[in-house]
């Protein structure tokens, strides 16, 4: 699959541009946010993380004639039977104030042991004639109350990875980017590249 110089990140949200903007830094990539494009955000009509990853990079290639990115992600939580799932960002509500999405989610588990929960991302790769490929990557944990650190975004402070005692939103940059649902799905989109 060819490597393009140039993308258009398909999100209007600041943390998942910065950090799909800082997975690709290395491989010399070009990047512009949808938002900085004035791009629509069309409504995620699918019914996977997939179809709605798919779905936002076909809408950014066709009106940017560049190229798209897009990623759909968010938590599964065992004992809820995947919620809030494809709904995540929707849990946090029009102002996307996920402290909100994150008291909503420990009310649902209130009575429940079982703290499972796993990070799925799908990342889509579309061009302006339609071509579109996709990527999925989970991380796999657990859930924790009250939440924890600010270094990450969405329901990162209350997410411990699996073989670890601190939250992704406690953790460095760094170490997030090695391990996470996001960065597994774009070692995919990578080794594509490269293939």
Not at 73 to 81: H, I, K, T
Not at 108 to 122: N, Q, S, T, Y
Request: proline share 7%.
């Amino acid at each position: 699959m060819e490597r393009p110089a140039k993308l258009v990140i398909a999100s209007h949200n600041p943390g998942k541009v910065r950090e799909i903007e800082d997975l690709l830094r290395p491989l010399g990539i070009a990047v512009v946010g949808a938002a900085a494009l004035g791009l629509i955000e069309p409504e995620e009509t699918g019914h996977s993380f997939a179809e709605n990853a798919a779905l936002k990079a076909r809408t950014a290639a066709e009106a940017a004639k560049l190229p798209a990115l897009a990623d759909d992600s968010g938590l599964a939580v065992a004992a809820l039977d995947g919620a809030p799932g494809i709904y995540s960002a929707r849990w946090a509500g029009p102002a996307k104030d996920f402290s909100l999405a994150m008291r909503k989610v420990e009310e649902a588990l209130k009575g429940k042991a079982d703290r499972r929960a796993k990070f799925v991302a799908a990342l889509a790769l579309a061009w302006p004639d339609g071509r579109c490929d996709v990527f999925e990557g989970e991380a796999e944990g657990a859930l924790v109350w009250p939440p924890r650190g600010t270094k990450g975004f969405g329901y990162d402070p209350m997410f411990v990875p699996a073989g670890y005692a601190i939250t992704f939103g406690e953790m460095e940059p760094g170490k997030k980017h090695e391990m996470s649902h996001r960065a597994r799905a774009f070692a995919k989109l990578v080794q594509a590249w490269t293939a």
